[in-house]
């Protein structure tokens, strides 16, 4: 699996994402991140296996405890392949749908029929 792959399935996990929010903040131990959490250590170490596969953490054994620290250059990936639809969001923070023009029209017309009594 390409490193690009591996670090966006890295990130599809929603604890893996708080995991790595955690560790931009400063470094951790696997004891610190597992209080965080309502799950196992075991299951804290698999996900950490994970982040640790695409790069996206190192780790170190500091006494018994291993520390894991984040390594954000592997971010990149997500940040370019986001940035393909920066044009999709206003600078006010607006996201922008697009719709078909018949969808559109049969809108516009509801709303009509609905103010002329029809």
Not at 17 to 25: D, F, N, S
Not at 49 to 60: G, I, N, R, W
Not at 71 to 95: F, N
Not at 105 to 114: A, C, H, L, N, Q
């Amino acid at each position: 699996m390409v490193l690009q792959d591996m670090v966006f399935k890295a990130i599809s996990h929603p604890v893996r994402r708080e995991i790595i929010g955690l560790l931009a903040i400063a470094p951790r131990s696997v004891k610190e991140l597992t209080a965080k959490f309502e799950m196992s250590q075991p299951a804290i170490s698999q996900h950490l296996k994970e982040l640790k596969t695409a790069d996206l953490v190192t780790s170190e054994r500091i006494g018994l405890e291993q520390h894991y620290r984040l390594t954000p250059e592997p971010l990149k990936y997500i940040l370019h392949w986001s940035d393909a639809y920066r044009h999709l969001v206003d600078p006010s923070g607006h996201v922008w749908t697009f719709t078909s023009a018949n969808n559109r029209d049969k809108k516009v017309r509801s709303k009509g029929e609905i103010q002329n009594g029809r």
